[in-house]
């Protein structure tokens, strides 16, 4: 995935980082576009309207992916690979510079989860259209949940997982003090710290400052908005989520940074979502998150 991974665990059997590290490549060689051998990288050379078997686990990252797409009215969508890959932020090396406007409207007519159809009691789904599938914005939650759940499946009851930034936490410390952690701050901004406990939940961070690139004078940030195919330009800097499963606060974070400082907080109160956004309005905190601070 590109990053790296830390686990925290009370009592922890031998032979654990390994078994971890084995979870982990399996993540890999399904859900990477930068491994060509990738389950997702054979579904995107795959014929147009052909049905294509899928391992179940990427069938779980799909379909999820799919229905934050659908209730986010699509500020999430895993089919825009093409266009992460027209702005330089996928496998395919960028020139350093913007894409056409030409470029751009190209890849947008191939791209959407419209375009994606999936039969999950079949393990297998197909493309109507040469979009490409990129689960950038949810798989590395999805290896953290995988991860966790190896751990309770052993009997590892206390626990924390770190995989890029995103984490879960289950039980609590030898101490018996819950798993606190910093939330991520965007740099450049003066936001207060904010501490939250992970019993039981998982957190997932989308920023505006992680990836980027520079040019005639324009910072162009890597969250995409797969409704006009650009980056964001709305003013918010970092979207934080707190849920039970890490791989839906990993998809919701992407999908309420696209929708930007009001329409994201009105969408995270309608789903019950525990969501922190920071944006150039302010600092913008839902019911759900506000409980969980109390």
């Known amino acids: 995935m590109g990053t790296s991974w830390s686990v925290r665990a009370v009592s922890p059997p ?4 390994a078994a971890i590290q084995r ?11 930068w491994e060509p051998g990738s389950d997702i990288s054979r579904f995107n050379r795959g014929a147009i ?27 999430f ?23 056409t406007d030409v470029a751009i409207a190209a890849a947008l007519a191939e791209a959407g989860h419209d375009a994606i159809e999936l039969d999950a009691p079949c393990l297998r789904a197909r493309r109507t259209r040469a979009a490409e599938l990129d689960f950038s914005g949810i798989a590395k939650g999805y290896g953290v949940d995988r991860v966790a759940e190896h751990l309770l499946a052993q009997g590892i009851a206390h626990f924390l997982v770190e995989v890029g930034g995103e984490l879960r936490g289950a039980g609590v410390k030898p101490d ?15 936001f207060a ?14 920023g505006d400052y992680r990836r980027w690139f520079a040019h005639g004078g324009e910072r162009y940030a890597h969250s995409i908005d797969p409704r006009t195919g650009r980056p ?15 791989m ?17 907080l009105a969408l995270a109160e309608v789903e019950g979502l525990a969501v922190l956004i920071q944006s150039d309005a302010g600092e913008a905190m839902s019911a759900g998150f506000r409980a969980m601070l109390e």
């Open 77 to 99: 969508d895993p089919a825009i690979g093409a266009l992460v890959d027209q702005w330089g932020f996928g496998p395919k090396p960028g020139s350093g510079a913007p894409p």
């Open 14 to 17: 031998p032979g654990l980082a």
């Open 248 to 264: 839906l606060a990993d998809a919701w974070a992407t999908a309420l940074t696209v929708l930007g400082p009001d329409e994201g």
């Open 193 to 206: 710290p904010t501490r939250v406990a992970l019993h039981d939940m998982a957190v997932a961070t989308s």
């Open 176 to 190: 018996g003090q819950p798993w606190w952690i910093d939330l991520e701050m965007p740099p450049d901004t003066n």
């Open 23 to 33: 979870i982990l490549d399996a993540v890999v060689a399904e859900m990477s576009p």
């Open 232 to 246: 964001l330009a709305n003013g918010v800097h970092s979207v934080t989520v707190l849920h039970p499963q890490c």
């Open 49 to 75: 309207g052909r049905w294509q078997a899928l391992p179940p686990a990427f069938v779980t990252v799909l379909r999820a992916a799919l229905d934050v797409a659908a209730l986010s009215g699509g500020a």
